[in-house]
């Protein structure tokens, strides 16, 4: 299969329920629209009404826009490599912002999904796997948070949100900090940690 065909239904189209959209909206708003820039283009303008539902903690209209825009991107058929830059840009903040908001409603099993997506494609993304730990962390899967967070400060060392995070799942797992020290020089060398971290679903 293409890769970028996989990077569609990974990132666009997997993890969106079909309750989350009405079909009829979906069917009408992507018939208006010039493929493929015209849904490019109005999926970019549809953010500050999402971030504005999501600031005003509206989670569940906030869920169904971004599942919109979503969906709508997946209708996208595009071709330059400029074209599918923005494309992948788009859908993964996508999925990032779905998964915030799934966190704010306590569905950490949709976070672990949305988050494990972003990784498959962009192993780098802070975000998702400080967001991915967060859902771990609620579901009682201190050790998956921790290798989650090993990564996020691998990339990120300084942050210090990520380090009151790591300092609580030291707690839960019982650990010194010798031990975290030593733990988080293997994972940064490890290529199977590497590859089972960036790929793994929660579950």
């Not at 908001?101 to 999904?113: H, T």
């Not at 988050?115 to 962009?122: E, G, I, N, P, Y």
Request: charged share 25%; proline share 2%; aromatic share 10%.
């Amino acid at each position: 299969m293409d890769s970028f065909e996989e990077l569609r239904g990974m990132l666009c189209i997997s993890h969106v329920q079909e309750n989350d959209v009405s079909s009829l909206e979906l069917e009408f708003t992507v018939g208006q629209l010039e493929n493929p820039f015209g849904i490019l283009n109005f999926v970019k303008s549809l953010k500050d009404e999402r971030n504005m539902f999501y600031k005003q903690n509206q989670m569940g209209f906030a869920i169904a826009k971004y599942s919109l825009a979503l969906k709508i991107l997946s209708f996208a058929s595009v071709c330059s490599d400029e074209d599918k830059l923005m494309f992948s840009d788009i859908a993964v903040s996508l999925n990032l912002n779905l998964g915030a908001c799934f966190i704010k409603v306590k569905d950490y099993d949709r976070v672990g999904q949305l988050c494990s997506a972003v990784l498959c494609f962009d192993t780098t993304n802070v975000k998702a796997y400080f967001r991915r730990a967060i859902a771990a962390l609620e579901l009682h899967k201190p050790t998956l948070a921790f290798m989650d967070l090993a990564q996020a400060l691998k990339l990120d060392p300084k942050n210090n949100e990520f380090q009151q995070k790591l300092k609580k799942v030291i707690s839960l797992l019982g650990r010194s900090p010798d031990f975290v020290d030593e733990a988080l020089a293997v994972t940064r060398e490890n290529e199977k940690f590497r590859d089972y971290v960036h790929c793994r679903k929660e579950r």
